[in-house]
């Protein structure tokens, strides 16, 4: 009896959180490869800076990797490449725009060699056994793909981001023609992008921000300054419009949104109108009524230009009163606090602030539930996984597909690394490979784990305080010491009496230690760092981490001069 | 010429900020003290528990000091009493339960001897030349008040935290009367809630929360597990009645719920159908539709016994499918992650989570736009102090307040610390007192400031690398180490191979240092913090507090033995 095929879904990032996204498409031995994206770090992953996905499943088995599908240029979905293309071989498919920002990002990272392959909307490749459609969405990024991939057993339809935005800036909408094709000639399994489910009705067009950029382009007396993402290229498109319009020039500041207005500029995504874009220092020579300037901060990042700028620490800028600060986004909720900080600061300068929510001058990139139950209609799948969400959004997508009458059995909300299993006999969840997030800190990737985790939250709540003793070798008699710094446990200055207090104790503790014959330093150090806890807690109500140091002194060293 | 009388209103928390409540009202010399709240520490504040603002102006002036009158019971109104009434000696007037919570919060910190004075709604009461009057507002906690504080130069009305519920729980409505009376008989100044000013139209009735407890409870199959506010005494008063409307019985988890229900019960806030409350044990053997499960942990706190039960962490309870959760509460900003993180683990569990936005089982218990404007218009108020709010709710409800016609010179956007002085002739901001906040951290209070939180920044990010060196104190020489200890920074097990070679580098350094004759320590360790700090640097992109100890060892304790 010959071998049954099998047809696998493996995601290894963006189910159960926002972020990271990655989904392994295996037919036999060979992989397709959706995405390979980065999450930011949540609260309690002190100082790590970006997380990846765990994606030892691909490097494992790379010589069975066909390909890297993009479906566009976001961080959750391009910034983990950096890292994945040093330890795999393998090309990248994507749009124009999107593989100009992967470009740069290998660039930046010294990764060379990587054969990257431009498609557009509406083309076809063969990869292997795999034939790949790439299909126009809407997004808020240009050039932004779903996917249909054909395979022996049945085609699998991956929305990636999306939204339908029936008057986009470009006027490229999402190819219905295409997802509706599908439908009606039989999809296996649909994945959609669960990030607005939990959003009645539709999402707004990108299109009335431009209207509302309109009118505040018009109503403003002095300067409008607007913050914006870097990478929503169409956003930028409208204000550079709005200005054209109402006779504003328009400057560029904060380098993120300069790389990427310079990237979507040379690669013809951005109708710049002559004369339109000038550089700061002519900008801050003109009248205000005849200037905008466009940057990041829209997220409340602390190095940000509009933070700096409202916190009136930024080398050129300052806001004057009579500035109108445009606040073109909605902060993601870890952020909600630092954003709110910045707009106080803007008032109490003197700006006019316009933000979300109900002024109008931001829309999501992503579908809301009216959009998701007519991507499911069209593209009537047999089978159903919600994907690029929290779990509790997976949970409510599949619960609009069984709505919408997918067949209960066929609907998967799934894990990162469940491997979801198509045969002719059926579908179903077939087990689980390695998944998970890898932590980046600086230059290390994953060597920060749960233990430096859980000694920098302890540092950050109540500090830490070090004790050094040097014993002689010989006699194991105190001959320097006790010492007590501390950092982050309290003010030193006004706290003398009680680190005093504090090296008597350990005086005793380690006599009393040392005349009860216990000279093990490892048990020497856990009697100081008991006793001293519970006398500091007693004193204080912290527990800063004790760290007792001892260094032995051999009577050598000082009989040798 | 007789010395001209002067009323001020000097705020001293809750301007500029959510929490922390706090207002001076002075005649002369004769003082009023409105509130005295905490805040919730912001995200940069580590370690920090609560915050207190500065009163050290009430300190300064305790003999002037008439009483404190107290709004209502949330801890952003009564949280810095402990404190403070350590501090000074005044009678604290109140309703009969804000009293009841206020005297545990004494209690439990020990404080004997404060005279507290119970007062009604409608009350009015003499001190010094002020006469002060009680009026009976809505919020989210039972018998709030408003103040009509009267003095020679005129009334000043303070709107305490209030909505306007025309279908309250227990019928007692905001006394319109009362404020249309006084806006009738001529209001000097009116000081008013900002919390929602940016949100449109009207809040909704707590009665509406009722409703929807009532449908839940009805449909539900299995245990309800009900979490909100401890402190939202009319919430717990509705879970009864629709346990007891549909035949469920109630338990009470979680200590703060407990408490709270406590004292309400025995002051006769809350009324419990007779059979209706049983323990927790019992409830667990019951079958679950007779069940009610009510708790907190409607924040996220980590501790919280909602988010344990998530976890399948709590002693006693664990949530199983067909359990409904239903989370009565709006997450604030700083704890959005954290509540969608147990919303999430609820699901997983199996249980239907009903939650907000949309669901309609939660209201907030402060008055929207539509609310604000009818205030302002009652109360017809020749000043306006927007109160209780982030600076750009401030600016907003002054907006709301100009547009109703109120002059704008009479709008106040003040800051804590701001003296707003009143004469015959006039109104104007007349100076600044010291105000502030105080960080309590465990039993500090204070004395963590910006050198502390800067540490324990630095060290929540990149963790600590600790230098130690034993030198001869007569040679000069190493005798001990150099030894290194980190904390937070890498994972040592498999950083060896680095921090050996910062062993290294730190002996190249000392022995250079001693080499050109440099031994003051001063200058020896800032030698290697900078070394070290660059190496390390440029090795993981991290930069950790190093911290170099030096210790010098005396050739004599070595003779001597």
Same mark, same amino acid.
């Given at each position: 009896m010959p071998k049954e095929h099998k047809l696998q879904i493996i995601p290894l990032g963006g189910l159960g959180e926002i972020g990271k996204n990655m989904t392994v498409i295996r037919y036999d031995n060979q992989i397709l490869l959706i995405d390979a994206g980065l999450a930011f770090p949540e609260d309690?992953?002190?100082?790590?800076?970006i997380v990846i996905p765990d994606y030892s499943y691909v490097v494992d088995n790379k010589d069975l990797l066909l390909g890297i599908l993009v479906t566009h240029g976001h961080e959750d979905h391009i910034g983990a490449l950096p890292y994945l293309m040093k330890d795999i071989d393998a090309p990248i498919f994507s749009t124009k725009l999107t593989l100009g920002l992967v470009n740069t990002k290998l660039k930046e990272n010294n990764i060379q060699n990587v054969q990257t392959n431009a498609v557009k909307p509406g083309d076809s490749i063969k990869l292997g056994m795999f034939k790949v459609d790439f299909i126009r969405v809407s997004h808020s990024i240009p050039d932004s793909l779903g996917l249909a991939i054909h395979t022996p057993l049945g085609t699998i339809v991956h929305t990636g981001d999306f939204k339908l935005d029936h008057t986009p800036v470009t006027n490229e909408i999402l190819d219905i023609y295409k997802f509706a094709d599908l439908g009606d000639k039989g999809v296996l399994c649909l994945m959609s992008d669960?990030? *607005?489910?939990?959003?009645?009705g539709f999402t707004m067009s990108e299109r009335r921000v431009g209207q509302m950029f309109d009118e505040v382009f018009r109503d403003a007396k002095g300067r409008i300054i607007l913050a914006s993402f870097a990478s929503n290229v169409h956003r930028v498109q409208q204000v550079l419009t709005a200005a054209f319009n109402n006779d504003r020039k328009v400057a560029i500041v904060g380098r993120s949104m300069l790389n990427y207005a310079t990237i979507a500029a040379e690669l013809d995504y951005l109708d710049i109108p002559e004369g339109t874009l000038i550089d700061i220092d002519e900008a801050l020579k003109?009248?205000? *009524?005849q200037v905008c300037i466009i940057t990041t901060g829209s997220q409340g990042e602390p190095m940000s230009v509009l933070t700096r700028m409202a916190m009136n620490d930024h080398k050129k800028m300052d806001i004057q009163p009579g500035d109108t600060v445009v606040i073109s986004a909605s902060p993601i909720p870890v952020n909600e606090k630092s954003v709110a900080r910045t707009i106080d600061n803007l008032f109490k300068l003197g700006a006019t602030v316009i933000y979300e929510p109900g002024s109008g001058v931001h829309v999501s990139g992503h579908a809301s539930q009216e959009e998701l139950k007519l991507m499911i209609n069209m593209v009537k799948p047999r089978c159903f996984i919600p994907v690029h969400g929290e779990y509790r959004m997976l949970i409510k997508h599949g619960q609009l597909a069984e709505q919408l009458g997918i067949v209960k059995e066929n609907i998967f909300v799934a894990d990162n690394g469940s491997v979801i299993e198509f045969k002719k006999s059926g579908a179903c969840i077939a087990g689980k490979v390695t998944s998970g997030r890898i932590l980046v800190d600086g230059l290390g990737?994953?060597?920060?784990g749960n233990i430096v985790l859980r000694d920098r939250k302890q540092l950050s709540q109540d500090g830490i305080l070090i004790v050094v003793i040097a014993l002689s070798k010989?006699?194991?008699?105190?001959?320097?010491?006790p010492d007590i710094v501390t950092r982050g446990f309290v003010y030193v200055r006004e706290s003398e009496k009680m680190l005093d207090e504090a090296k008597v104790k350990i005086q005793e503790i380690t006599e009393r230690c040392l005349n009860n014959g216990i000279t093990e330093w490892a048990l020497l150090k856990s009697n100081i760092r008991d006793a001293l806890g519970k006398h500091l807690y007693d004193k204080t109500k912290r527990r800063p981490i004790i760290l007792p140091i001892i260094q032995g002194v051999n009577k050598d060293n000082y009989l040798s001069y």
């Open positions: 309690d992953m002190l100082g790590i800076d669960s990030t *607005n489910i939990e959003r009645p003109l009248p205000g *009524n990737v994953g060597d920060v010989n006699s194991g008699e105190i001959v320097a010491g």
